[in-house]
């Protein structure tokens, strides 16, 4: 187009507006506050205070395990630090090192240093580093004397990353430099920073813009935690290893996620307490829009009392019998108080009647018997009218629920993360978390970054891929596993599956060790790889996990209360030849122990 003569735009679609949108909004209705967020200083140490500390999670263009390092290892703590991060995390300044050399220095780990002394005022702000294609610009002009409209060739070689461009217009600013009496090697040395951080240098306008839009998200987070990540929640619908990596952002910061609830809920994630956010009915599986749309215009006559109901009064053209199963196994009903195995059973009955009872009344014809059996009928008031009902009871329904056992809680947790794509009313690490802190070195969202340490997992297997390998023809297998942080895949090659495949089993909580190839160092989002497993049902009674009892000094440890001591492990003992270890220490009342 450019060649053509025509002016070519590019337009950045950025779902981060929409998050930043729809967090203000809920900020004024449920709060009554209508901010101005570029009102807002670019300097609240609250929101550097939490950058630094990592929690970068939702924040724009600082998600990623490199940018939280980024922020990390520089201490974040004003705004010209986003901005240098954005410029720097790109492929160019990051092979030079460039990101490093920022870091050291700005920390004072390293002496600031300028090639040239004419290079102090240019460099300055980014500590000696070339950090925009703006600095490019300047170093050209101030070096090789030439105009800005001659530099900004240049600095359009450098963003196009054109090589040959780029090749073209460095050797005119070697020699015009080396000409002006710049010393040569000092100038080609130059010239092959300004070639590597062509490879993907940033315009600094283009990195503020970024920038303010990071910072924006970052204020928001760090002072209206429950809005924004509702709003970061809803972006990410259709979406489950965001909506997970959210949910545990979101329980990091002390907010507590509920469970969908058809008389709660909105289409989107919504607040609905200081620090409680509830699940958006648009996030279940096999729920469309429209019958959304159906559920919250009959709950806005008045909630919902149990499915009968429910079923008799949304539109069952809209709302199938997936849409009410999804409802049933998603938790969305359990605010009914009924049993998710008793609403199942009784779904076939309730869609029956619910069908029956709107196909009369489409007809205009209403059942004799429509008030018995717990049927709402029209109670008859003075002169015909009808009397009014508050809020009608579903009188009779009770004996219409079958009487059938609860799901099993591993059964349940399995339905609901059919239908979800993840876990909400628990998890089946959650008996298992003092064994995931003690064993685990990482997370499910810490993986991705090559490291030559043996890494452990505590995670739940929740999908088996047997494959063959093409080289060997041996079988070896791939497992997608997840935990509190979020899900991966992770691989077995073809011996070590050989020898733990009987091990392998979905669902249930285990210990995974390995790490990363060596032949990965140098690939982004090298592949977890596999060498042992262990259930942590079993580790309880394999030496590895202790008891440890702590009886404070005083009069009241005596002989009467180290037998009630025994009494109570005696009691509680499996009867395993292999047990916890047992520690117990008590202090004698003069400094010993």
Same mark, same amino acid.
């Given at each position: 187009l450019e060649k053509a003569g025509m002016l070519k735009m590019d337009f950045l679609g950025l779902t981060t507006l929409t998050v930043i949108h729809d967090a203000l909004t809920m900020i004024a209705e449920r709060r009554g506050e209508t901010l101005d967020l570029d009102a807002t200083t670019l300097e609240d140490p609250e929101v550097y205070r939490m950058l630094r500390a990592g929690r970068t999670v939702g924040v724009f263009q600082f998600e990623s395990p490199l940018a939280t390092d980024m922020l990390r290892g520089m201490r974040c703590d004003r705004f010209d630090d986003l901005v240098a991060s954005n410029a720097l995390m790109r492929p160019g300044p990051l092979d030079a090192g460039m990101h490093r050399v920022y870091q050291r220095r700005k920390k004072g780990e390293e002496e600031v240093s300028y090639p040239l002394p004419e290079l102090e005022a240019i460099l300055k702000p980014t500590y000696g580093v070339i950090t925009y294609q703006e600095q490019v610009m300047r170093i050209a002009q101030q070096l090789a004397g030439i105009s800005l409209a001659e530099a900004d060739v240049l600095r359009k070689a450098v963003g196009k990353k054109d090589a040959e461009l780029i090749r073209q217009e460095l050797d005119k600013f070697i020699s015009k430099s080396v000409a002006r009496g710049y010393d040569p090697k000092i100038i080609r040395d130059l010239a092959s920073q300004i070639e590597t951080f062509g490879r993907y240098g940033f315009n600094k306008s283009h990195s503020v813009a970024y920038s303010v839009i990071s910072y924006h998200t970052a204020w928001l987070k760090a002072h209206y935690a429950p809005e924004f990540m509702a709003a970061l929640l809803s972006s990410s619908i259709g979406d489950t290893d965001n909506v997970v990596k959210y949910i545990a952002e979101a329980k990091e910061l002390g907010l507590e996620v509920l469970a969908p609830d058809v008389n709660e809920s909105g289409y989107k994630f919504t607040v609905v307490g200081d620090k409680r956010l509830r699940f958006g009915l648009g996030a279940i599986r096999n729920i469309g829009h429209s019958a959304i749309d159906s559920i919250l215009a009959a709950r806005a006559e008045r909630p919902f009392t149990d499915l009968f109901d429910l079923c008799e009064r949304v539109d069952l053209r809209l709302c199938n019998r997936r849409v009410f199963e999804a409802l049933i196994t998603s938790g969305a009903l359990d605010s009914f108080g009924t049993e998710r195995s008793r609403n199942w059973a009784a779904l076939d009955t309730a =869609?029956?009647?619910? &069908?029956? *009872?709107?196909?009369?009344? +489409? &007809? /205009?014809? %209403? &059942?004799?018997? &429509? $008030? =018995?059996? /717990?049927? *709402? @009928?029209?109670?008859?008031? %003075? @002169? @015909? $009218?009808?009397?009014? !009902?508050?809020?009608? !009871?579903? %009188?009779?329904?009770?004996? *219409?629920?079958?009487? %059938?056992?609860?799901?099993? +809680?591993?059964e349940r947790l399995s339905k609901e993360k059919e239908i979800l794509g993840f876990y909400i009313s628990g998890h089946p690490l959650e008996p298992y978390q003092l064994e995931c802190e003690l064993f685990a070195t990482h997370t499910v969202s810490q993986l991705g970054t090559w490291s030559p340490d043996p890494i452990a997992l505590g995670v739940v297997i929740t999908s088996i891929k047997r494959q063959i390998s093409k080289r060997s023809g041996s079988e070896f297998a791939r497992l997608t596993v997840e935990d509190f942080s979020g899900s991966t895949e992770v691989l077995i090659f073809p011996e070590k599956w050989a020898a733990i495949a009987d091990q392998v089993k979905t669902d249930i909580p285990v210990l995974l060790k390995g790490g990363y190839s060596k032949r990965d160092r140098d690939v982004e989002g090298p592949t977890f790889i596999i060498e042992s497993i262990a259930r942590f049902a079993d580790m309880t009674f394999s030496g590895q996990i202790g008891v440890s009892i702590t009886l404070g000094e005083g009069p009241g440890v005596n002989a009467d209360v180290l037998r009630d001591v025994r009494a109570v492990i005696e009691t509680h003992s499996t009867g395993s030849t292999v047990a916890p270890v047992l520690e117990v220490r008590w202090r004698d009342g003069n400094g010993g122990t």
């Open positions: =869609l029956s009647e619910a &069908s029956l *009872r709107q196909a009369e009344k +489409e &007809s /205009g014809q %209403v &059942s004799l018997f &429509s $008030d =018995l059996g /717990g049927v *709402r @009928g029209e109670v008859m008031g %003075v @002169g @015909g $009218d009808p009397a009014p !009902t508050p809020h009608p !009871t579903p %009188v009779g329904h009770a004996h *219409r629920f079958p009487n %059938v056992a609860p799901w099993s +809680e591993s």
